[in-house]
C-alpha cells in the first residue's frame, strides 16, 4: 500500500512538472518582432484586398502590402513598465486557468503593443499574437481581463484549426466551401480574428438553405466624408446561400444579386447561435464572447446552454 502510494504520488508529482513543462509561455515582443509578426503572409494578409487596404490606411491610392507593412512599422511599441506589470499581473492571478488551458495554446502566446494605428484601433489576433491597443492596456479592469480572454480565444481557437467544424458546430454552424459573388468579394473586409469564411448556419427558411455572416465595405471603399473612421465602414449581413454538394452558393434575388440579410429579419439565426452576446458577425466572434462568460462563470445569460456546450468542449480537450 505504501509502494502503491509512493508511486502514486510521485507519477502525480511527473505530471505536476510536465504539465508546467508544457504550460503556454506568454512573450512580450519587441517592436521588430511585432513588425515581423504583423508583416509577416499568413491567412489574414493572404486573403486582404485592395480596397481593404485603402480603408486601413484612410487612403484609396495606397493598397499595397507595402504600404501597409509601413503602417505596422509605425505603430508598433515596447510595452511600457505599466502595462507589463498589469499583464503579468492577470498572468499570475490566472495562473491556474491559464494552465488549465495550455494543452489547447500554442507553446507560445505572443504580446504585441501597438499605438493603436492599426485595424481602426480594435485589439485583435494574428497567428499565436495578440495585439494590444493603448485604450485597452489603460481601460478599466473588468473590460481588461474579458477582452484578454476574448482574444485568447482567437489564438486557441486558430491554433485548434483542425478542430474548426466541430468547435463552430457548438452554435450549429457546418462546414461548406463558400462562395463570394465578385462584386462584394472586392469590397470584403477580413476580419483579422476570423479570416475565414468556411462554415455557414442552417436555417429554415423560404428563399435559401442557410446564411453565411459577411463584412463588407461600401460601394467606392473608403470614405474620409463618413464620420466614425474604420467602425462606420463596416457593413455586416446575413448572406442567403445554397448548399450546392460542398458549396455554399449565394442565393440571387430576382435582379441578380446575393440575398444580404440584416439579423433582425431572420430571428432564426439567433435561435441557433443563441442570444448572449450582440457580436454575431462570425461564429469565431460570437463563440469568443462565449468564452469570456464560460471564464467568468457567468450566471443569468439568456441562452446558458451555449456556454455549457463550449465549456464542455473545453473540459473534453484540454
Ligand atoms: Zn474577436
Redesign the pocket.
Known amino acids: 500500500m505504501r509502494v502503491f502510494l509512493t508511486g502514486l504520488m510521485a507519477s502525480a508529482a511527473a505530471l505536476a512538472l510536465s504539465a508546467a513543462a508544457n504550460a503556454a509561455d506568454y512573450v512580450f515582443a519587441t517592436p521588430d518582432e511585432a513588425y515581423a509578426h504583423l508583416s509577416a503572409d499568413d491567412e489574414f494578409t493572404v486573403r486582404l484586398q485592395p480596397m481593404e487596404i485603402g480603408l486601413r490606411l484612410e487612403d484609396n491610392a495606397q493598397i499595397s502590402r507595402e504600404a501597409l507593412n509601413a503602417l505596422y512599422r509605425d505603430s508598433v511599441r515596447d510595452f511600457t513598465d505599466e502595462e507589463r506589470a498589469r499583464l503579468d499581473a492577470l498572468l499570475a492571478e490566472d495562473a491556474a486557468l491559464l494552465e488549465s488551458l495550455s494543452p489547447l495554446l500554442p507553446d507560445d502566446v505572443v504580446f504585441i503593443a501597438t499605438n493603436g494605428g492599426i485595424d481602426g484601433g480594435f485589439p485583435?489576433t494574428r497567428g499565436n499574437a495578440i495585439v494590444f491597443t493603448p485604450s485597452w492596456l489603460a481601460g478599466g479592469d473588468a473590460g481588461f481581463r474579458q477582452t484578454f480572454y476574448?482574444?485568447l480565444w482567437?489564438v486557441l481557437s486558430r491554433h485548434n484549426r483542425d478542430r474548426a467544424d466541430e468547435i463552430y458546430a457548438l452554435i450549429g454552424f457546418e462546414p461548406c466551401e463558400v462562395m463570394v459573388p465578385e462584386n462584394l468579394s472586392e469590397r470584403r473586409l477580413t476580419n483579422p480574428?476570423?479570416p475565414v469564411n468556411a462554415h455557414y448556419a442552417p436555417l429554415e427558411m423560404d428563399q435559401a438553405d442557410g446564411v453565411v455572416p459577411v463584412l463588407f465595405l461600401p460601394e467606392g471603399g473608403y470614405d474620409p466624408t463618413l464620420e466614425g473612421g474604420f467602425g462606420a465602414h463596416l457593413g455586416f449581413s446575413l448572406m442567403a446561400v445554397d448548399l450546392e454538394g460542398r458549396h455554399c452558393e449565394p442565393a440571387l434575388d430576382g435582379d441578380g444579386n446575393p440575398m444580404l440579410i440584416a439579423p433582425g429579419n431572420l430571428p432564426q439565426y439567433l435561435d441557433l447561435i443563441g442570444r448572449n452576446t450582440g457580436?454575431i458577425i462570425h461564429p469565431?466572434?460570437t463563440l469568443?464572447d462565449n468564452f469570456v462568460l464560460w471564464v467568468n462563470g457567468a450566471e443569468g445569460v439568456p441562452d446558458p446552454e451555449v456556454v455549457e456546450r463550449l465549456g464542455a468542449w473545453i473540459e473534453a480537450n484540454r
Open positions: 485583435h476574448h482574444e482567437h480574428d476570423a457580436y469565431e466572434e469568443a
